[in-house]
């Protein structure tokens, strides 16, 4: 309907700008948190949202759904109940006498940190909050549907409560008198228990009946699921979700080991982005034999080879770090103790650096697949694989910090591919903890993920949270389902309602109305003046040999580093790192999926190899961006 009006308005406050390594000086933190800074937290966040409501010419009656990421958690089972409680008594206060009768859901979580583009404590966000909480209320004429499990205890009782949970939520936003939803596509939002110490996770299964719920229900018109796993900073022991509904008798839950959603109708397509495999393989393959007995079928890793699977495991992490270890001048590890820490494995890691590395198969197109827990000498995956066959070829991957910051650059661009992004517009991002300890471990303070999103996402309202397990698909029910050591978004497009018709995106900038047909101008912001200069030298380049020399597509515009000094003016800083690497400028090009790099042979009779640089010009966005200046040339 044309008076259809759907609004995200989010509030961030947080004590510390990033995740805590240790989990000594984690629990520390957590003795010295207290209710009454939960409480003052979340009022501030409240008192932002609520402004910014009534900024918009709205009130709290018409926010229809809350969504709580929660991160500030207390030391004892007691403290850490108390305060949730507090932080959910504090929403309830705020919203008492101010909405209908049973008009607003809630749900949430507790993650392992919180992904922000603003807060309201911290002076210099770095993208990522921790200890403190983020919230979310969408503001919107439409019903809003949310539903729960009643107990995972096993896979079969997962799946039967998956299924439940959407049909729960599909019939509560039937309750609405107004039907003008049933035909809008949804998105269904799903935080849900996963793996952790100690206890086994059955999420996988979960999302097998959600998807069946999906199959079996057309009229749901649910075309994008998007979630993931709760969390607890890197301590990985006591999860909790939240769920409930506040009006006339208002009733918030703290669940544990449960899962929760929220089915939500859209006023226009969203946007999506992903990043599956910010991997690379180390070793050699090998093939890979699971017990045919035992079930689930395929989740349980009897041989690497003719190996002991803990043992081959070990022997390729020990090398591998073994050779970080002499790049940085560090002591080696030990291939012993990496086996006993493999062998201990139940959930998280206790040892942060093999969370890096998982296996890889050719189902799912190779997503890396966690180690969840060691019976011996068997070893069993976080989710099963699918297979006709026990035997199948693999391979050890290793997240690499590079692949993860140019993954969230991949995520960016396609969330905005075609068009920006509107202040009001929701994007919600869920992305693997284990990416943000990989940059931690390599010691990444600059470009990482979480500032890479605070600042493409500053114009929009950013939802996210680092997950324990990412869960995604579409009503085409592709699978895998459950995923680790990714990264999804999700924009949900904002729209005023009335005559106002869609708001102006932040980044577009238009003189006089767009034509029938046209497309948006592109353009390009950058991190420094030297990557400007480096990326305009490569188009030139490209431009020179693909539409004057007529080179082919695959030989033109390959350029040395030496040239983007000499030719480009770029600095030869920018260009070459102080250690001998690629610099900067270079960098942020690659990473941003720009250029492409190559090592191509050395001259004849000089020997040696030569690194080059080329413009990504397969990619659609580049590809319109060159097609854009030949045509103002």
């Known amino acids: 309907m044309a008076d259809d009006f759907f609004l995200g308005f989010a509030g961030h406050a947080h004590t510390r700008n990033d995740l805590i390594p240790d989990p000594n000086m984690a629990m520390q933190l957590r003795r010295e948190n207290s209710a009454e800074e939960a409480r003052r937290l979340t009022e501030a966040v409240l008192g932002k949202i609520e402004g910014d409501i009534s900024g918009a010419g709205h009130g709290l009656k018409d926010v229809k759904l809350l969504v709580l990421y929660l991160s500030y958690r207390g030391d004892t089972a007691e403290k850490d109940r108390l305060i949730g409680e507090t932080i959910l008594k504090a929403i309830e206060e705020r919203f008492k006498g101010k909405t209908a009768a049973e008009q607003l859901r809630l749900i949430?979580?507790?993650?392992?940190?919180?992904?922000?583009?603003?807060?309201?404590?911290?002076?210099?966000?770095?993208?990522?909050?921790?200890?403190?909480?983020?919230?979310?209320?969408?503001?919107?004429?439409?019903?809003?549907?949310?539903?729960?499990?009643?107990?995972?205890?096993?896979?079969?009782e997962?799946?039967?409560?998956?299924?439940?949970?959407?049909?729960?939520?599909?019939?509560?936003?039937?309750q609405s008198e107004s039907k003008e939803h049933v035909r809008k596509s949804k998105a269904l939002l799903v935080l849900t228990k996963g793996a952790n110490i100690g206890k086994l996770g059955y999420e996988y299964f979960m999302t097998d009946g959600i998807a069946e719920f999906i199959s079996g229900t057309r009229e749901a018109r649910i075309a994008n699921v998007l979630g993931g796993c709760s969390g607890d900073g890197i301590i990985g022991r006591n999860m909790h979700q939240y769920f409930?509904?506040?009006?006339?008798?208002?009733?918030?839950?703290?669940?544990?080991?449960?899962?929760?959603?929220?089915?939500?109708p859209l006023v226009d397509e969203p946007s999506f982005g992903l990043d599956l495999t910010p991997v690379r393989q180390i070793g050699e393959s090998h093939i890979f034999h699971f017990d045919p007995d035992a079930e689930p079928k395929y989740k349980f890793l009897k041989?690497?080879?003719?190996?002991?699977?803990?043992?081959?495991?070990?022997?390729?992490?020990?090398?591998?770090?073994?050779?970080i270890a002499r790049e940085r001048g560090l002591p080696p590890p030990s291939e012993k103790e990496l086996f006993e820490q493999i062998s201990e494995i139940d959930g998280i890691p206790l040892n942060l650096t093999l969370a890096k590395y998982a296996f890889a198969f050719p189902f799912g197109n190779y997503a890396p697949m966690s180690l969840l827990k060691a019976h011996g000498s068997t070893v069993e995956l976080l989710q099963p694989i699918r297979s006709h066959d026990p035997s199948i070829p693999g391979h050890i991957v290793i997240i690499d910090h590079g692949k993860v910051q140019k993954g969230a650059w991949n995520v960016f661009n396609m969330l905005r591919e075609n068009r920006d992004f509107g202040e009001r517009d929701t994007t919600f991002i869920v992305t693997c903890v284990s990416r943000r300890l990989a940059e931690m471990i390599a010691g990444c303070t600059s470009n990482t993920e979480g500032q890479i999103f605070k600042e493409k996402l500053s114009s929009t309202q950013v939802m996210g949270f680092l997950a324990y397990g990412e869960l995604s698909f579409t009503n085409l029910l592709q699978e895998p389902y459950i995923y680790t050591c990714s990264c999804w978004g999700m924009t949900l497009r904002s729209k005023p309602g009335g005559k106002e018709g869609r708001p102006a995106y932040a980044a577009v900038a238009q003189t006089e109305p767009p034509r029938v047909g046209a497309r948006e101008e592109l353009s390009f912001e950058f991190g420094s003046e030297a990557a400007q200069k480096a990326f305009s030298y490569i188009i030139d380049a490209f431009i020179?040999?693909?539409?004057?020399?007529?080179?082919?597509?695959?030989?033109?515009?390959?350029?040395?580093?030496?040239?983007?000094?000499?030719?480009?003016?770029?600095?030869?800083?920018?260009?070459?790192?102080?250690?001998?690497?690629?610099?900067?400028?270079?960098?942020?090009?690659?990473?941003r999926g720009l250029v492409e790099i190559r090592v191509f042979p050395g001259e004849r009779g000089r020997g040696g190899r030569i690194l080059k640089v080329r413009l990504a010009y397969e990619k659609e966005t580049v590809k319109r961006y060159v097609d854009q200046i030949v045509m103002k040339k």
Do not use: F
């Open 108 to 156: 949430g979580h507790t993650t392992a940190g919180e992904i922000e583009n603003q807060d309201l404590v911290l002076k210099e966000p770095s993208g990522i909050g921790y200890n403190g909480l983020s919230l979310l209320a969408l503001v919107t004429n439409l019903p809003i549907g949310i539903g729960r499990t009643q107990g995972m205890r096993t896979a079969k």
């Open 158 to 174: 997962a799946a039967e409560q998956g299924k439940e949970m959407a049909r729960d939520a599909w019939i509560d936003i039937n």
């Open 244 to 264: 409930g509904k506040l009006g006339g008798q208002s009733e918030l839950k703290i669940l544990d080991n449960e899962a929760v959603c929220a089915l939500i």
């Open 303 to 323: 041989l690497i080879g003719d190996k002991d699977p803990r043992e081959v495991h070990a022997r390729t992490i020990c090398e591998n770090e073994a050779q």
């Open 544 to 591: 020179d040999d693909y539409m004057r020399q007529k080179l082919s597509l695959e030989s033109s515009g390959w350029r040395t580093l030496v040239d983007t000094i000499k030719h480009g003016g770029v600095p030869k800083s920018s260009v070459y790192s102080a250690h001998g690497g690629i610099g900067g400028a270079i960098s942020e090009l690659e990473n």
